[in-house]
C-alpha cells in the first residue's frame, strides 16, 4: 500500500463558512461550532449520530488538518466510508475506536488513513474476518500499544503471525469469533491479553499452554472468562503456569469448572507465587 503524507493546510475562513452549511440544524450543536472554529481545546472527537455525506468529508479534511485531535470515536450509526472518501490521516491522533463492522470494502477506505498516522497509540476495531489480515499488514511495525478487536466475526486469527508489535502491552480479542489462539511471537511486550467470550477449541488452548511455559510470555493478566474452558482445560493450563512466573492475574470466571477444576485451581494459587488470589 502507498502511504500519502496527509495535506497540510489549516481552517479557513472558507471552510468554516462550509461547516457552518454542512452542520445546521444537526445535534451536537457546541461541539462542531467548536470545530468549525478549529478550537484548539478539542482534543477528542465522539461522532455517535449519522451526518449527511458532505459533513461527513469536512470532518475527514478536519481530523487530517489540525495538531489537537488526540483522540476520535465512531459509533455504529456513523458512515465511516464518507469520512474516509479523501486519502488523508492524522498528525495528532494517538487513539482510534471504531464500532461499526469494518467489512472488507469499508477496511480499504480506513487503511490509508491508518497508514498516516504516525502517533497512533491505540486502536479498537470490530472486523469481519477478510478485514482481519489487510488491517494486520497495515499495522506491522508500527508504535502500537493497545489493540482490541472486539465483537466482530474474525474466525482465524494466524494473520497475527506476520505481524510484529514490538510495543504491544494490550491485546484484548473480545466475542471476536475466534476458536484458535492465535500467534503472539511478534508481540515481546505483551503484558494484558484478553480472549473473552471466544470458545476456544482443544488445539487453541494446547497453543495457549504453549505459550503460557515459553521464555517469551511476559504475560501479567490473561482473560479467559466464557471461552469454553472445561475442568482437562483447566487443569492443563493450572500445569502450563507452574512454569510461569509472569502471570499475577487470571480470570476464569463463566466456564464450565467442576469439581476437579476448583482443585486444581486452588492448587496452582498454592503453588504459584505469582498468582494473586
Known amino acids: 500500500l502507498l502511504a500519502l503524507r496527509p495535506p497540510i493546510f489549516n481552517m479557513t475562513e472558507h471552510d468554516a463558512e462550509e461547516f457552518r452549511l454542512a452542520f445546521v440544524g444537526q445535534p451536537y450543536q457546541q461541539e462542531y461550532d467548536e470545530i468549525r472554529t478549529n478550537d484548539p481545546r478539542r482534543t477528542a472527537l465522539h ?143 505483551l503484558t494484558w491479553l484478553s480472549l473473552y467470550g471466544n470458545k476456544i477449541d482443544k488445539g487453541g488452548f494446547a497453543r495457549l499452554n504453549e505459550y503460557l511455559a515459553s521464555d517469551s510470555c511476559s504475560l501479567q493478566s490473561l482473560n479467559l472468562h466464557k471461552t469454553g474452558m472445561a475442568d482437562d482445560d483447566i487443569s492443563l493450563i493450572t500445569r502450563a503456569l507452574k512454569r510461569n512466573r509472569s502471570v499475577e492475574e487470571l480470570d476464569l470466571s463463566e466456564n464450565d469448572c467442576g469439581e476437579a477444576g476448583y482443585r486444581s485451581i486452588l492448587k496452582m494459587v498454592v503453588d504459584i507465587s505469582s498468582i494473586k488470589a
Do not use: W
Not at 76 to 99: H, M, Q, T
Open 47 to 189: 461522532l455517535g449520530t449519522g451526518l449527511p455525506d458532505e459533513a461527513m468529508r469536512l470532518l475527514g479534511r478536519y481530523i487530517a488538518t489540525n495538531d489537537h485531535l488526540k483522540s476520535l470515536h465512531l459509533s455504529s450509526n456513523v458512515a465511516v466510508g464518507s469520512l474516509f472518501d479523501e486519502p488523508g490521516g492524522s498528525r495528532s491522533l494517538i487513539r482510534i475506536d471504531i464500532d461499526i463492522r469494518l467489512s472488507e470494502q469499508l477496511v480499504q477506505s480506513v487503511l490509508t488513513f491508518l497508514m498516516n498516522a504516525p502517533k497512533l497509540k491505540g486502536l479498537r476495531l470490530n472486523l469481519e474476518s477478510a478485514s482481519l489480515r489487510p488491517i494486520v499488514r497495515a499495522l506491522n511495525g508500527r508504535s502500537i500499544e493497545s489493540l482490541s478487536l472486539m465483537d466482530g466475526d474474525i474466525g482465524d486469527a494466524s494473520a497475527f503471525g506476520s505481524c510484529n508489535l514490538p510495543s504491544l502491552g494490550s491485546l484484548v480479542l473480545m466475542s471476536s469469533g475466534m476458536t484458535s489462539f492465535p500467534p503472539l511471537h511478534g508481540f515481546p511486550a
